[in-house]
């Protein structure tokens, strides 16, 4: 029997709550598709600060970097307002990014058939099965630049600088190549290349890479119209392909398309097998025990895991396939619906696991 090993971060907030349905449910994946998990805990951002000091002790790194895949939760709260630039909790999850070279955040956005109407978006304009994948560059860029504060003339400033390498470019852009190859063969790359010279690189290389790719169509957009298209047009969208801000910004803009941010979830990549696997909604520290977080996006996540990761497709689908059941059948608080019962955490868990 086929066994992996899984590094799980559980984090702060509803972290420890929707993982735990997560790992309940690959769980039941395993018993049913004949391979085992094992899972091991360490500590990320404001518990590890609270256990160690630090936002990522090295215990946790080494954890993860022997583990098959990691499971993480969400970080940060006002808890830890008070700490440090340097020592803040969401420093723990650009740290563990970082340390794992997971470069390739992979952010798909998708409407359930259950979900139409819970979705902002007019029926016709998100249509049937709308899916689209946004690939996030996640280690460079200006979340990773030089930054600092200074003064001049009597005027405090600040700055953050945003700065990408051809290789760093073209690794990302190869990913969102071969995830459109797969999928529809359409890419989108996003850009501010009337403005920035960091995105006039990363254009020319996509120009220059989709030689390699001739199944592919390529268009370009820049980041303020593709903003705009994702709520005019999404249906024109396969894959996106961008830098690490504008694909933060634009995969919680895409969160919509599904109807509640409690349902995205997201994978991690490097260039192994490994990877991280996270729900992309944070730590909602305000709900954290009150049974109202919805831990869908995580048990997506866990999906993820085993489709990218651990060669289980098979076992992905059933996961994905019971989380579309359990919709059908109940509801958590933020995507409640007349006629069917709303949930809590534990309980919407226990129903997906039940239905794989």
């Given at each position: 029997m086929q066994s992996y090993e899984i590094a799980v971060l559980k984090g702060d907030g509803i972290g420890p709550e929707i993982v735990e349905q997560a790992m309940a449910v690959l769980k039941k994946a395993g018993e049913?598709?004949?391979?085992?998990?094992?899972?091991?805990?360490?500590?990320?951002?404001?518990?590890?600060?609270?256990?160690?000091?630090?936002?990522?002790?090295?215990?946790?790194?080494?954890?993860?970097?022997?583990?098959?895949?990691?499971?993480?939760?969400?970080?940060?709260?006002?808890?830890?307002?008070?700490?440090?630039?340097?020592?803040?909790?969401?420093?723990?999850?650009?740290?563990?990014?970082?340390?794992?070279?997971?470069f390739a955040n992979l952010r798909p956005a998708l409407i359930f058939p259950e979900l139409r109407a819970a979705s902002p978006l007019k029926e016709d304009i998100i249509g049937d099965n709308l899916d689209i994948?946004?690939?996030?560059e996640l280690t460079g860029g200006i979340y990773f630049g030089e930054r600092g504060r200074g003064e001049e003339n009597g005027v405090p400033y600040a700055y953050d600088t945003e700065k990408y390498s051809v290789p760093e470019i073209e690794?990302?852009?190869?990913?969102?190549?071969?995830?459109?190859?797969?999928?529809?063969?359409?890419?989108?790359?996003?850009?501010?290349?009337?403005?920035?010279?960091?995105?006039?690189?990363?254009?020319?290389?996509?120009?220059?890479?989709?030689?390699?790719?001739?199944?592919?169509?390529?268009?370009?957009?820049?980041?303020?119209?593709?903003?705009?298209?994702?709520?005019?047009n999404p249906k024109q969208f396969d894959v996106i392909v961008t830098s690490n801000m504008f694909g933060d910004i634009l995969s919680d803009e895409a969160s919509m398309i599904s109807g509640s941010i409690g349902m995205l979830a997201s994978a991690s990549l490097s260039s192994g097998k490994a990877g991280l696997y996270e729900p992309i909604h944070g730590s909602a520290p305000d709900i954290a025990g009150?049974?109202?977080?919805?831990?869908?996006?995580?048990?997506?996540?866990?999906?993820?895991?085993?489709?990218?990761?651990?060669?289980?497709?098979?076992?992905?689908?059933?996961?994905?396939?019971?989380?579309?059941?359990?919709?059908?059948?109940?509801?958590?608080?933020?995507?409640?619906?007349?006629?069917?019962?709303?949930?809590?955490?534990k309980e919407m868990g226990a129903l997906v696991a039940s239905l794989v």
């Open positions: 049913k598709f004949g391979f085992t998990i094992h899972f091991q805990e360490a500590l990320l951002g404001g518990a590890a600060i609270d256990a160690t000091g630090v936002p990522l002790p090295q215990e946790t790194i080494d954890i993860c970097k022997a583990a098959d895949s990691t499971l993480l939760g969400a970080v940060g709260g006002p808890k830890w307002d008070s700490q440090p630039s340097h020592n803040r909790p969401e420093k723990g999850l650009l740290g563990i990014r970082a340390a794992l070279g997971l994948l946004i690939v996030r690794r990302i852009v190869r990913v969102a190549f071969e995830m459109a190859q797969k999928r529809h063969h359409r890419l989108c790359s996003v850009d501010k290349a009337n403005v920035l010279e960091s995105s006039r690189l990363w254009r020319e290389t996509v120009e220059r890479l989709k030689a390699d790719y001739p199944d592919v169509e390529v268009s370009h957009l820049y980041v303020d119209n593709c903003a705009m298209q994702l709520v005019r009150t049974g109202k977080a919805n831990p869908l996006a995580t048990i997506l996540s866990a999906a993820m895991m085993l489709r990218y990761s651990l060669d289980q497709p098979a076992a992905a689908d059933a996961i994905e396939a019971a989380v579309s059941k359990a919709l059908s059948q109940a509801r958590t608080a933020d995507i409640q619906a007349p006629g069917l019962p709303v949930l809590p955490c």
